[in-house]
């Protein structure tokens, strides 16, 4: 699972944060023109981003020609690296896709079409493979306490052993 990346105030922006911003600045565009709600929506973040990480007058510059004119998801995607960021796109595109009430079908568009690539990108056998040891480690805990709430004297365990043969689990609830 991925965990958010650690920043320290002050610390700058990371490559694959900075593009994610900028491509949920593509979603703004994606209905023609970059409604005031989603412009005020950006304008806060980049504030924030600014207050905590100190954005480098370059990287404003850049926010801000993007806002002005649009650019193409496909030439920015590819520049998010991380897959914390990644993921993180597609709720924030989601967010300011919302932002103003409406969700214009070129926004739906993008948006299902970044869920569709972070679904392709998933490794299906790796997660097949995490699943089963965290099954077989959950179930290890379980029987270990089990067992020891278990009748332990001989006697207790003869008929608890017996009455399991006979379809009776005295520890079942």
């Known amino acids: 699972m991925n965990s958010a990346p650690r920043h320290k105030s002050g610390e700058p922006v990371s490559h694959s944060l900075f593009y ?9 565009h994606a209905d023609g023109q970059v409604q005031q709600p989603e412009l005020d929506y950006l304008r806060r973040i980049f504030g ?18 993007d806002i002005a004119r649009p650019k193409r998801m496909g030439d920015l995607l590819p520049q998010i690296n991380d897959p914390y960021y990644r993921s993180q ?9 919302h932002v103003d009430g409406q969700l214009h079908p070129d926004e739906a568009a993008i948006l299902q079409k970044l869920r569709a690539d972070q679904l392709a990108s998933l490794d299906m056998e790796q997660i097949r493979k995490d699943v089963h040891l965290a099954v077989e480690k959950e179930m290890f805990q379980h029987d270990v306490k ?24 005295i520890m079942s609830d």
């Open 48 to 65: 924030n981003m600014d207050r905590a990480y100190g954005l480098s007058a370059e990287q404003k510059s850049i926010l801000e020609d």
């Open 146 to 169: 089990m067992h020891s709430l278990r009748p332990q004297s001989f006697l207790f365990r003869a008929l608890d052993a017996l009455l399991l043969s006979l379809g009776y689990d």
């Open 89 to 97: 796109l597609i709720y924030f595109a989601g967010i300011l896709a």
């Open 20 to 28: 994610m911003w900028r491509c949920v600045i593509v979603v703004a």
